[in-house]
């Protein structure tokens, strides 16, 4: 008798992320997956890479390649700059602001010329990488200009007589001032983008759903920082009103009976300011921890 063994694979259905394979994104990105305890091993030398415990694959890419392989459904959702995105002008939808890898688009010229205002650029030669978002505000402002397009060292354009201005990313400023360039108009923020493939299956987007539970649980507890204290009871109601805690704080009772125990948590930019004030209404063994995830 000759018996048929059917083999039967299992189909586990993961969700694939596309990366920027380098640079400061890259790590900002990373950064983010580890804390929401999502472990990527491997090398990001290796072009697809499987999460550990999370179902999960990285595509390693050029950032410029995101906006396109998420737009076509090769990867389910991406990582990238909300500069290449709207410069790539690809039909994705954008999921989350991720809040992180900030910078701005700016027109910025060399440091010397007396600038009075856009009508500058009237006529003038304008290097950039970005070209779609740059005919785009010259166009708004009515402004003919000619935009030579350039990969890399754009800041370079104007001391070697390649360009009269440049249009680029700007974060801290300092490649602007090493180039004796200046910023003169801001023209778009931008920030990471989570952008999802507009015709995910619903069991991926499932998947997305427990990615995005966990990356707001890392974000909410981003500069926030949990305070015990103990409090003189006398002084309880006072102290309560100056804590802007999510909610209520918490009150626990001491062995002391004009004691009790102060939870709550702080923004750390007013954290000191606040800090301040509990002490001069008598609160004491203040205790400061730092929080890893938040769930509201």
């Given at each position: 008798?000759?018996?048929?063994?059917?083999?039967?694979?299992?189909?586990?259905?993961?969700?694939?992320?596309?990366?920027?394979?380098?640079?400061?994104?890259?790590?900002?990105?990373?950064?983010?997956?580890?804390?929401?305890?999502?472990?990527?091993?491997?090398?990001?030398?290796?072009?697809?890479v499987?999460?550990?415990n999370?179902?999960?694959?990285?595509?390693?890419?050029?950032?410029d390649?995101?906006?396109?392989?998420?737009?076509?459904?090769?990867?389910?959702?991406?990582?990238?700059?909300?500069?290449?995105?709207?410069?790539?002008?690809?039909?994705?939808?954008?999921?989350?602001?991720?809040?992180?890898?900030?910078?701005?688009?700016?027109l910025?010229?060399p440091?010397?010329?007396?600038?009075?205002?856009?009508?500058?650029?009237?006529?003038?030669?304008?290097?950039t990488?970005?070209?779609?978002?740059?005919?785009?505000?010259?166009d708004?402002?009515?402004?003919?200009?000619?935009?030579?397009?350039?990969?890399?060292?754009?800041?370079?354009?104007?001391?070697?007589?390649?360009?009269?201005?440049?249009?680029?990313?700007?974060?801290?400023?300092?490649?602007?001032?090493?180039?004796?360039?200046?910023?003169v108009?801001?023209?778009?923020?931008?920030?990471?983008?989570?952008?999802?493939?507009?015709?995910?299956?619903?069991?991926?987007?499932?998947?997305?759903?427990?990615?995005?539970?966990?990356?707001?649980?890392?974000r909410?507890?981003e500069?926030?920082?949990?305070?015990?204290?103990?409090?003189?009871?006398a002084?309880?109601?006072?102290?309560?009103?100056?804590?802007?805690?999510?909610?209520?704080?918490?009150?626990?009772?001491?062995?002391?009976?004009?004691?009790?125990?102060?939870?709550?948590?702080?923004?750390?930019?007013?954290?000191?300011?606040?800090?301040g004030?509990?002490?001069?209404?008598?609160?004491?063994?203040?205790?400061?921890?730092?929080?890893?995830?938040?769930?509201?």
């Amino acid at each position: 008798m000759l018996y048929l063994c059917t083999v039967l694979s299992i189909y586990i259905m993961v969700i694939r992320i596309a990366v920027q394979s380098k640079g400061r994104l890259f790590e900002d990105t990373m950064h983010l997956l580890a804390e929401a305890d999502i472990k990527v091993g491997g090398s990001k030398r290796t072009l697809l890479v499987g999460a550990q415990n999370f179902p999960l694959e990285v595509l390693y890419l050029r950032d410029d390649d995101i906006p396109q392989s998420v737009a076509t459904g090769v990867a389910d959702i991406g990582v990238v700059g909300e500069n290449e995105f709207v410069e790539r002008g690809a039909e994705a939808d954008i999921v989350s602001r991720l809040g992180f890898s900030r910078c701005r688009l700016s027109l910025a010229i060399p440091k010397d010329i007396d600038y009075q205002g856009l009508e500058w650029f009237e006529g003038k030669k304008i290097a950039t990488s970005y070209p779609v978002i740059l005919q785009r505000f010259l166009d708004d402002h009515h402004i003919h200009a000619e935009i030579h397009v350039i990969t890399g060292s754009v800041e370079i354009s104007p001391g070697i007589g390649l360009a009269d201005a440049i249009f680029d990313i700007v974060s801290s400023g300092s490649t602007l001032v090493s180039n004796n360039l200046r910023e003169v108009e801001v023209v778009m923020q931008s920030e990471a983008l989570l952008i999802g493939y507009p015709k995910m299956e619903q069991e991926k987007r499932a998947i997305l759903e427990q990615m995005l539970f966990r990356f707001e649980a890392v974000r909410q507890a981003e500069d926030k920082k949990y305070v015990r204290m103990n409090a003189p009871k006398a002084r309880l109601q006072d102290i309560i009103n100056v804590l802007p805690g999510l909610k209520s704080p918490t009150v626990i009772p001491l062995a002391d009976d004009e004691w009790c125990s102060v939870h709550t948590v702080l923004d750390e930019h007013r954290f000191w300011e606040i800090i301040g004030q509990l002490k001069e209404l008598g609160a004491q063994g203040i205790l400061v921890t730092p929080i890893e995830k938040m769930i509201l």
